[in-house]
């Protein structure tokens, strides 16, 4: 589609760009090789590397509440959880809900969804839909298209072969089969790198024989370094291998037997990561293989590629897996974007950036205006180098769901300081749930304490600071639209500890 805009009388055509997000499932920015980390030498990450080389990297970006269902449904609709009303994994995106893909629909794209859509109802705004049922299968996953759609997540059929190639395999046919007198926008989903980090055949003697390096903060049990709660540690993991191995999870029968404790933790860890990086080395591979089909195709100068993933993921930091929390390894969410005619080559931004951003940019791109709903930004200017100046300094987070070793909490993280409240307490009950800690505060100043290992809240030398962002969470809080605590329970313990 050409989009006519006039300039002092003189009528300017150009042509809307076409738009690939791809999207992972936990894969964390420390396994992307192009953060830095422990890791850093032992990652596959050709492709990842390219498109860091040809386009913009966000260091700071975030999402806005750290778990997969909420995410993704703040991704589509720019808001937060309490604006969508979706707030944990049992939530659900209303097939009405305005998205961006609609508003791209409208605006003469031809849309497409690929792989994970994981958000229970029937995929809209798409004029094409190919996707996996629920969390769907690592190997010959079953997937949904119009055809044989059921809301019960039961329809479908069986495509052959691994999930990340085979959600390629698809994503390239529908791009070969499009139509191209439209622009398109295609949306491809990878359900890797999530729990239970298979990985296709190709890479089962990847890292075999190394022992890979161990992150800040390995050893940590329980409540280490004034944390309010024990989280999730890697032990569990260790659990559900011993239980699952050779049915869930890849690779031989796994034992813990006649280690200790901090052997019994590197033995998990080890096969963990391993896993981990196996599983994303494909997901590298199909990125290139989308890279080289757009290049053959001569689509890639009117392109414009994203990869990110839905939040992120502990490797091993303060002894945890898994992601939930306001902590930097699972609060902060790998991007890459990649668009010749516009953006320059390596460049990186250090703006603060938040998933509901991510479809006010779209739009902006595709020229169709933002719904006065989305509450997230353009970050176009900033991509070009040009912040503006009332840019945000801060941002506001809130993980919803509550259980005692990851207790429902929200908090503040501006460029050098993170405040929050772990008030644990379920959203919908009006009794107050059984913890094993008292609510509490915790403060972290990441240019002195990078790794977050100390709670400072109670250090003389922040006591001012950390009024100040008290003060400011009160008022960044209120600014989301999540000032009114309808749950008497949280209200009462929010006002009990402020």
């Not at 690939?20 to 596959?44: C, F, N, P, R």
């Not at 414009?304 to 306001?326: N, S, V």
């Amino acid at each position: 589609m050409l989009l006519s805009i006039s300039f002092g009388g003189y009528a300017q055509t150009v042509k809307k760009p076409n738009i690939l997000y791809i999207m992972s499932d936990d894969h964390t920015s420390q396994a992307w090789g192009i953060y830095g980390g422990v890791l850093q030498e032992y990652i596959k990450n050709d492709h990842i590397k390219w498109l860091a080389a040809h386009g913009v990297v966000l260091n700071n970006s975030f999402c806005t509440n750290s778990i997969c269902v909420p995410s993704r449904a703040s991704i589509m609709t720019g808001q937060y959880s309490h604006k969508n009303g979706v707030y944990d994994l049992e939530g659900s995106l209303s097939s009405d809900s305005l998205n961006y893909v609609k508003l791209l629909q409208k605006g003469g794209y031809q849309t497409a969804i690929i792989g994970k859509w994981h958000l229970v109802n029937e995929p809209s705004g798409f004029d094409y839909y190919c996707v996996l049922p629920g969390q769907g299968r690592y190997q010959n996953p079953v997937m949904m298209t119009k055809d044989n759609w059921k809301q019960d997540q039961s329809g479908g059929k069986v495509y052959e072969g691994y999930s990340t190639d085979v959600i390629a395999d698809q994503s390239i046919e529908w791009l070969k089969h499009r139509d191209k007198n439209k622009p398109f926008y295609l949306s491809m989903h990878f359900k890797a790198t999530h729990e239970p980090f298979d990985y296709p055949q190709r890479y089962h003697n990847y890292l075999e024989n190394v022992e890979l390096p161990y992150p800040p903060g390995f050893v940590d049990q329980g409540a280490a370094g004034g944390r309010t709660h024990d989280g999730w540690p890697l032990d569990l993991l260790g659990a559900r291998y011993e239980e699952s191995t050779g049915t869930a999870y890849p690779g031989k029968e796994f034992s813990l037997k006649g280690l200790d404790s901090l052997q019994a933790r590197k033995k998990i860890y080890q096969k963990f990561i391993k896993d981990f990086l196996r599983c994303g080395a494909a997901i590298d591979d199909n990125i290139g293989r989308l890279i080289e089909h757009l290049r053959k195709s001569g689509e890639l100068q009117n392109m414009i590629i994203i990869y990110t993933a839905d939040q992120g993921y502990f490797l091993g930091e303060h002894g945890f897996f898994d992601k939930r929390f306001i902590y930097e390894p699972s609060l902060r969410m790998p991007f890459v974007i990649s668009y010749p005619k516009e953006l320059k080559k390596s460049r990186r931004i250090d703006d603060l950036i938040l998933n509901i951003d991510f479809a006010p940019l779209l739009l902006d791109y595709a020229g169709v205006r933002q719904p006065a709903s989305m509450q997230g930004r353009s970050f176009r200017k900033n991509l070009e180098g040009q912040t503006p100046a009332d840019w945000r300094k801060d941002i506001y987070y809130r993980y919803w769901s509550n259980e005692p070793a990851r207790p429902a909490h929200f908090g503040i993280r501006n460029e050098r300081y993170k405040l929050a409240f772990f008030y644990g307490q379920s959203r919908a009950k009006t009794q107050r749930d059984a913890m094993k800690y008292h609510p509490g505060w915790e403060f972290y100043d990441l240019k002195k304490d990078p790794t977050e290992d100390h709670n400072a809240v109670n250090d003389p030398q922040y006591k001012s600071i950390v009024a100040e962002l008290k003060n400011r969470l009160k008022q960044i809080k209120n600014e989301s639209g999540d000032g009114v605590e309808t749950n008497p329970v949280i209200r009462q313990l929010i006002e009990s500890y402020w």
